[in-house]
C-alpha cells in the first residue's frame, strides 16, 4: 500500500496523551503523560496536570510516547530494489531526488524522524535538508572512496594519498555537509572490491580525520576488515560502520582489538533491522556463513559495553526498505541486547552519536518535538513498536496512508 506523508495544519499548542512515556532514557512510571507541544518544540511534560486551555489535546489511550526514532546509517538514493546500483544508475538527478524524497517520506511514515544518509550520489541529499515533509536529514554526500573502490559509482573517488583525501574532505566541508564518510575497506555492493581488503593507509585515514576535525565535522568509516579496523582505530577514527572482522575465509574475533574498540569509546554502527527475504532472495553465502560469528562479536561488544548504535544501511536490498528501523528493536534480542537498552541506541544515544543531543532523542522540555505513539509497551513487548499510532515530525502530525 502506497503511503503518503503530509502535513496537517494544527493549533499552536497541542497536548499529546498517553498511557506511558518513554523519554529516550527511561520508561516513566506516572500514569497518562502528556506532552505540550508548542510549534515545533516540546515545552513540558505534564503529569496529573491540566491542560492548558488553549491546547488541543490529541488523547492516545493506551498507547507508548516515544522520541521519534534516528537511523543513524541509510542510503535515501538506493531504493531496496533488488538492484538498486542499477536503478540509480538508470535515473536523472531529477528522477533520483524525486524517489529519494520518496524514500525519506517511506521513513517518516515508520516513525524514523531523523535519518544520517552516509552516501548520496553527487550530494543530491543536500537538498532534501529543511523540507517540511521529510525526516530531519543529516548528509555526508559521496562516500569518500579510492579510485574504482567501494561505492566508487556514487562520485567519491580519490587518490591513496594524504593530500587527495585531505582535498576530498575539504570539498564535503565547502559543500555543507553534516558529516565526512570514509570507505576504509571494499564492500559486497561494488564489484572488485572486496570486504576482506582494507582502502587507505592509516596515516592518510588519519588526514581524514585531522581534515575533519578541523572543519568540525564528525567522520565515520566503513570498516569491514579487520585490517581496515585496525587501521581506523590507530588513524583515531571516532565512528566506524558495520564493525565485522570481515576476513578473507570467514570472521577474525581479535579480543584485543574488541577490548580497544569499547575502551576508546569508538562508535559501533552496528548493522541491524531486516524483512524476511522475498521468495527466491537470500542474503549472498559468504554472508550466511559468517553470520553466527559476526553476531557473537557483536555480543562480545555489548558485553564490553561498547558504544553502539543501530543503522540498518537502509536502501541496499529488498530486506532493506526505509522504514526498516524499527525491525532491528525486535531483532535486538538476537544480539544480547535487552529492549530498554535498543530504544536507547535508536533514540537518546543516536542523537548524540550524530551531534543532534541537544535537540533530538528526547521527550524533554526544550526538544524538537519528534514523537511517536505506538500501541502497547515496546520495552515489555518489542512487537510494540510495529503498532504505529501516531508520528509527530517538528510537532506536525504526519499522515500515514
Not at 548528509?139 to 561505492?151: D, L, Q, S
Not at 505513539?373 to 520495552?379: N, T
Request: a negative charge.
Amino acid at each position: 500500500m502506497a503511503i503518503s506523508v503530509e502535513q496537517r495544519e494544527r493549533p499552536r499548542r497541542i497536548a499529546v496523551r498517553g498511557a506511558r512515556l518513554f523519554d529516550g532514557r527511561d520508561l516513566l512510571d506516572d500514569p497518562d503523560p502528556t506532552l505540550l507541544i508548542d510549534g515545533s518544540t516540546i515545552t513540558g511534560v505534564l503529569t496529573g496536570a491540566a491542560v492548558p486551555q488553549d491546547a488541543e489535546l490529541v488523547d492516545l489511550a493506551g498507547a507508548t510516547l516515544l522520541p521519534g526514532l534516528i537511523d543513524t546509517h541509510v542510503h535515501l538514493s538506493f531504493d531496496a530494489s533488488v538492484d538498486p546500483v542499477a536503478t540509480l544508475a538508470e535515473r536523472d538527478d531529477d528522477a533520483a531526488l524525486a524517489a529519494m524524497a520518496a524514500a525519506a517520506r517511506t521513513a517518516l511514515a515508520g516513525g524514523v524522524t531523523t535519518v544520517r544518509d552516509l552516501g548520496d550520489r553527487d550530494y543530491l541529499s543536500l537538498p532534501l535538508r529543511g523540507r517540511a515533509d521529510l525526516p530531519t536529514i543529516l548528509a555526508a554526500g559521496p562516500p569518500i572512496t579510492t579510485a574504482n573502490g567501494h561505492c566508487h559509482f556514487l562520485g567519491g573517488a580519490t587518490t591513496d594519498d594524504v593530500d587527495g583525501i585531505r582535498a576530498a574532505v575539504r570539498e564535503r566541508a565547502e559543500r555543507g555537509c553534516d558529516v565526512i564518510k570514509v570507505m576504509s575497506s571494499g564492500g559486497t555492493m561494488t564489484p572488485g572490491t572486496r570486504q576482506e581488503d582494507p582502502q587507505f593507509d592509516r596515516e592518510v585515514l588519519a588526514a581524514a580525520v585531522d581534515e575533519a576535525h578541523r572543519h568540525g565535522l564528525p567522520l565515520t568509516a566503513h570498516a569491514h576488515a579487520t585490517a581496515a579496523i585496525v587501521n581506523c582505530v590507530a588513524a583515531g577514527v571516532e565512528s566506524m560502520e558495520h564493525v565485522t572482522f570481515w576476513s578473507a575465509d570467514g570472521v577474525d574475533a581479535p579480543e584485543d582489538l574488541l577490548q580497544a574498540v569499547a575502551d576508546r569509546r569508538i562508535v559501533v554502527g552496528a548493522t541491524g533491522g531486516m524483512l524476511p527475504p522475498p521468495p527466491g532472495l537470500t542474503p549472498p553465502p559468504a554472508v550466511l556463513v559468517r553470520m553466527p560469528m559476526i553476531i557473537a562479536n557483536l555480543r562480545r561488544l555489548v558485553d564490553l559495553d561498547a558504544v553502539i548504535v543501530i543503522g540498518t544501511d537502509a536502501g541496499i536490498a529488498p530486506v532493506k526498505p526505509h522504514d526498516v528501523l524499527r525491525h532491528a528493536h525486535t531483532q535486538a534480542a538476537d544480539v544480547g541486547i535487552d529492549p530498554l537498552r535498543s530504544l536507547r541506541m535508536m533514540t537518546s544515544l543516536a542523537a548524540e552519536v550524530v551531534g543532534l543531543g541537544e535537540r533530538k532523542g528526547r521527550l524533554a522540555p526544550g526538544f524538537d518535538a519528534d514523537v511517536v505513539a505506538v500501541d502497547g509497551d515496546p520495552i515489555a513487548d518489542p512487537a510494540a513498536l510495529h503498532r504505529i499510532r501516531s508520528v509527530y515530525a517538528r510537532g506536525a502530525a504526519v499522515a500515514r496512508g
